[in-house]
T-cell receptor
Framework: AQSVAQPEDQVNVAEGNPLTVKCTYS??????LFWYVQYPNRGLQFLLK??????LVKGSYGFEAEFNKSQTSFHLKKPSALVSDSALYFC???????????FGAGTTVTVRA | DAGVTQSPTHLIKTRGQHVTLRCSPI?????VSWYQQVLGQGPQFIFQ???????GRGNFPDRFSARQFPNYSSELNVNALLLGDSALYLC?????????????FGPGTRLTVT
């Protein structure tokens, strides 16, 4: 069985400060990992994915994520947060031969001006 | 290009009724997946369809069914609605069904069962 844990329900940062949203996963074999963002009354928007290769993945809107196999983590980062980054963030995992995408419970990010 | 579209946007049904939700994928995408997102939780996988065939099913009762049409659009049907079926139902499309491909989500259909 595959699963994702997002240990923080909420993350609060000041605009201009670094933002980190944590994610750990459990899956058989090597994973495919994804980050999505959800704004109020909207569907999920794809931010970035890890498939293979470089452990640091760059995505949309200045976000990046670091894959750490030994810690089974895939933390989302942004060097300088914007107020417009305030949203609900989901980490998701899929096994290499699996059709099912499993999501974490989500982390609400609030960036204060 | 249009993204994934879903209809209706909102829906209110009574317990025991039936509901049909519709989804049109991004042009050129052949795989459609359905998810249920209960308030305060992450999306839960319901079905995946590719080339009109069911490729995967999540842990949902037989009251939930779906199909994919020749134009790759899809319907999700839920029979004998329960209060617990109230949720945001998300449709996602991807180019093909391979697990490395990201899925693109529609805005969802908000179903309220009273």
């Amino acid at each position: 069985a595959q699963s994702v844990a997002q240990p923080e329900d909420q993350v609060n940062v000041a605009e201009g400060n670094p933002l980190t949203v944590k994610c750990t996963y459990s899956v058989s074999g090597n994973p495919y990992l994804f980050w999505y963002v959800q704004y109020p009354n909207r569907g999920l928007q794809f931010l970035l994915k890890y498939i293979t290769g470089d452990n640091l993945v760059k995505g949309s809107y200045g976000f990046e994520a670091e894959f750490n196999k030994s810690q089974t983590s895939f933390h989302l980062k942004k060097p300088s947060a914007l107020v417009s980054d305030s949203a609900l963030y989901f980490c998701a995992v899929r096994g290499r031969d699996d059709y099912k995408l499993s999501f974490g419970a989500g982390t609400t990010v609030t960036v204060r001006a | 290009d249009a993204g994934v579209t879903q209809s209706p946007t909102h829906l209110i049904k009574t317990r025991g009724q039936h509901v049909t939700l519709r989804c049109s994928p991004i042009s050129g995408h052949k795989s459609v997946s359905w998810y249920q997102q209960v308030l305060g939780q992450g999306p839960q996988f319901i079905f995946q369809y590719y080339e009109k065939e069911e490729r995967g099913r999540g842990n949902f009762p037989d009251r939930f069914s779906a199909r994919q049409f020749p134009n790759y659009s899809s319907e999700l049907n839920v029979n004998a609605l329960l209060l617990g079926d109230s949720a945001l139902y998300l449709c996602a499309s991807s180019l093909v069904t391979g697990s490395s491909y990201e899925q693109y989500f529609g805005p969802g259909t908000r179903l309220t069962v009273t």
